[in-house]
C-alpha cells in the first residue's frame, strides 16, 4: 500500500461535483486513488510520496478522446500539408501502410509523451490500420512503459478502393479476421475494473472505409463483451456527400440504422451535424469527442460545441492524430476549442449567443472527456477518484501579469509544458521531463524509422 501527499498548491482545480477550486489546496491519495481532498490544513502531515505544489496550480488529468499515436510518423509530410480530408488521406494511406511494429512503439511513445507533458493522463487511441505485423500489442506494450492510462482500439479498415471505398486495397484487412483480433485483444487486455490503466475500445475506421456489415458484427461484439464503440463521423461535406450517394441518407441516419447511436457510442469530430442530430446525440447519450485544431488544419469546419454543450451532449475532447495536427498539446487543443467558439460567433448566425469561457473549455478536456470515455473514476480531484493530475508553475514567464485569475490564465494564456504530470498517484513527469522512459533515445529511433517510411 503506497500514499500520495500533494500539498499547499497556490490553486487546486477540483473539478469535483461542486467544481471547488481551493488556494492552498492539496489532497491525500492511497494506491492511486484519492482518500481526501481539501485545505492542506486539513489533510494528513505526510505520506510515502509528498509532492509540494507551492507556486503550482494543481488540475486534474486531462483526457484526450481521440487520436492516432501512429501519425506521429506522418508529422507535417509534403505531400499532406495543404489538403481536405479526403486528398490528405489518400496521401497517407501509402505511407502509412508501411509502418512496422518497431516504428508503432517509439510513435506511441512520442506521442504519449508529448501529451503527458502538456498535462493529458488518458489517452484514447484509434488505431485502424495494421499491417506488415503491426497488433495494438505493440502501443499496449508502450503505453505500460511509459505510464499512462490508456484506451487502446482494435480499430479496422474493410472497404477498399475496388469495394468503393476510399482506402487502397493493400491498406484493408479481411472482416473475419478483424472481428476474431477484436475478440482476441478484448478477452486478453480489458480490464473494466475502477481505476483500470488499460480498457479496448471497438473502432471502425469511417463510414468509407468499412462495410455496413462490419459496422453491425462490431456493435453486436461491444455489446456483449461490455466494451465501447468509436468511429469517426460527420467530418467533412464529402463524407455526407458519400454516405448519401452510397446508402442514401446522411452519416448520423446511416449510423443510427446499423445501431450506432446510443450511449455507448461516441463520435470524433462530428462538424457537419443538424440540429435533429444534436438533439438525438442528447436524448441517446451519445458522445462527441472535438478536435478544433485537425477541423481548422484540414479545413473541415466548425463543430457546433457551444449547441452541444446547451443541449446537454456529452463531449470531450482530442488532438485528433500528430498528422492533422502536427502537435498533441491538449491544454493548448482546450484553449483552440475556446477560441474556435467564439470565431464562430461571428461566422454562425445560428450559433448560440454565449461566451464558452475557460472554465467551460477546461471541464469538457476533463471531466467531459471522462463521461465520453464512461468513465466515472478519472476527470475530477476528488474521493473515489483516480490521482491523476498535472501541476503548472505560476510564476513563468507566460503568467506574469495574468494572475488575477490563475484558473482562466491556463487557457488565455500560450500553452505550456507541465511541471509534473502524475497517473495513478505515479510520477510521469517531473520538473517538465518525462522520468519513466528515456526520450532522447526514442524520440531518435522514431526519427529514423519516419525517415525510413518515406523511402
Ligand atoms: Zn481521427
Redesign the pocket.
Known amino acids: 500500500m503506497s500514499t500520495l501527499l500533494v500539498r499547499n498548491a497556490a490553486m487546486l482545480v477540483t473539478m469535483d461535483d461542486a467544481r471547488r477550486e481551493i488556494a492552498g489546496g492539496g489532497f491525500f491519495a492511497r494506491d492511486g486513488l484519492i482518500v481526501a481532498v481539501g485545505d492542506t490544513a486539513t489533510l494528513p502531515a505526510t505520506a510515502d510520496d509528498v509532492l509540494d505544489a507551492s507556486g503550482q496550480i494543481v488540475l486534474p488529468g486531462l483526457v484526450n478522446c ?3 499515436l501512429d501519425q506521429a510518423l506522418t508529422r507535417n509530410l509534403p505531400a499532406g500539408q495543404n489538403a481536405e480530408l479526403f486528398d490528405w488521406l489518400t496521401a497517407h494511406y501509402k505511407v502509412w501502410v508501411k509502418r512496422t511494429p518497431p516504428a508503432s512503439r517509439t510513435a506511441t511513445l512520442v506521442g504519449l509523451a508529448e501529451l503527458a507533458l502538456s498535462g493529458c493522463t488518458t489517452v484514447f487511441d ?1 488505431a485502424y490500420l495494421f499491417q506488415n505485423g503491426c497488433r495494438v500489442d505493440d502501443q499496449i506494450a508502450a503505453a505500460a512503459e511509459i505510464g499512462v492510462r490508456f484506451m487502446a482500439s482494435r480499430g479496422s479498415m474493410s472497404r477498399g478502393q475496388s469495394q468503393g471505398g476510399l482506402p487502397p486495397d493493400n491498406c484493408v484487412e479481411d472482416e473475419d479476421a478483424i472481428l476474431a483480433d477484436c475478440q482476441r485483444v478484448i478477452g486478453r487486455y480489458h480490464d473494466a475494473s475502477h481505476g483500470a490503466m488499460l480498457q479496448i475500445v471497438l473502432a471502425p475506421c469511417a463510414p468509407f472505409s468499412v462495410t455496413d456489415r462490419l459496422l453491425r458484427d462490431t456493435a453486436a461484439m461491444a455489446r456483449s463483451a461490455g466494451v465501447r464503440l468509436h468511429t ?1 463521423l460527420c ?1 467533412t461535406t464529402d463524407e455526407e456527400v458519400y454516405t448519401l450517394a452510397q446508402f442514401g441518407m446522411r452519416p448520423v441516419d446511416y449510423m443510427a440504422e446499423l445501431g450506432w447511436v446510443d450511449n455507448d457510442v461516441w463520435f ?2 462530428a462538424v457537419k451535424v443538424n440540429d435533429a442530430e444534436i438533439g438525438l446525440f442528447a436524448r441517446t447519450g451519445t458522445g462527441v469527442c472535438h ?1 478544433p485544431t ?1 477541423n481548422m488544419r484540414l479545413a473541415s469546419g466548425i463543430a457546433p460545441l457551444q449547441k452541444y454543450l446547451q443541449a446537454g451532449v456529452r463531449v470531450g475532447l ?1 488532438v ?2 500528430s498528422a ?1 495536427n502536427d502537435g498533441g498539446h491538449l491544454l493548448a487543443e482546450a484553449r483552440q476549442a475556446m477560441l474556435l467558439a467564439r470565431l464562430n460567433l461571428a461566422v454562425d448566425p445560428d450559433a448560440p449567443r454565449v461566451w464558452t469561457a475557460a472554465r467551460d473549455v477546461l471541464e469538457v478536456a476533463t471531466r467531459g472527456g471522462a463521461a465520453v470515455l464512461g468513465r466515472e473514476d478519472i476527470g475530477a480531484l476528488q474521493t473515489g477518484r483516480c490521482a491523476d493530475f498535472f501541476t503548472l508553475d505560476l510564476d513563468a514567464i507566460g503568467y506574469a501579469g495574468g494572475l488575477s485569475d490563475p484558473v482562466a490564465a491556463v487557457v488565455f494564456c500560450a500553452p505550456r509544458t507541465v511541471k509534473h504530470c502524475w497517473v495513478h498517484g505515479r510520477p510521469v513527469v517531473t520538473d517538465g521531463r518525462i522520468v519513466t522512459i528515456d526520450m532522447a533515445t526514442v524520440v531518435a529511433e522514431h526519427n529514423r524509422h519516419a525517415a525510413t517510411l518515406l523511402i
Do not use: T, V
Request: glycine letters at 14%.
Open positions: 481521440h487520436h492516432h484509434h469517426h467530418e470524433a469530430h478536435c485537425s482530442g485528433d492524430g492533422s
